[in-house]
Nanobody, 128 residues
Framework: QVQLAESGGGSVQSGGSLRLSCALS??????????MAWFRQLPGKDREGVAV???????TYVASVKGRFTISQDNAKNTLYLQMNSLKPEDTAMYYC????????????????????WGQGTQVTVSS
């Protein structure tokens, strides 16, 4: 059973930075997910893909965060990160980490249905 737990959210002013972490625990190593992503969601809205990373550390970002956010992973610590710089009020959302059960990704990485495991979310609030 794979479990994900996010941390690192908070409130910052526009232009500030935050680093989100997502700790992965896996009671059955044969279920190790390979492709992991960060999504965000506003109340009443669909989850939006923010960034994705595969086992080769290949990454892709949604256009609105490119150049400001960096996704990375530490496999030794089973932890996924999202470094967020130059934050804007429109980045305010609940942020979720997600894990798939396959490696590699295509354009479908933006589809939340592609991911099997989800964390509980961590709130990021950016004030102007």
């Amino acid at each position: 059973q794979v479990q994900l737990a996010e941390s690192g959210g908070g409130s910052v002013q526009s232009g500030g930075s935050l680093r989100l972490s997502c700790a992965l625990s896996d009671s059955d190593s044969t279920n190790r997910p390979y492709c992991m992503a960060w999504f965000r969601q506003l109340p009443g809205k669909d989850r939006e893909g923010v960034a994705v990373i595969d086992s080769d550390n290949t990454t892709t970002y949604v256009a609105s965060v490119k150049g400001r956010f960096t996704i990375s992973q530490d496999n030794a610590k089973n932890t996924l990160y999202l470094q967020m710089n130059s934050l804007k009020p429109e980045d305010t959302a609940m942020y979720y980490c997600a894990a798939a059960t396959y490696d590699g990704y295509g354009d479908s990485w933006l589809n939340a249905d592609e991911y099997t495991y989800w964390g509980q979310g961590t709130q990021v609030t950016v004030s102007s």
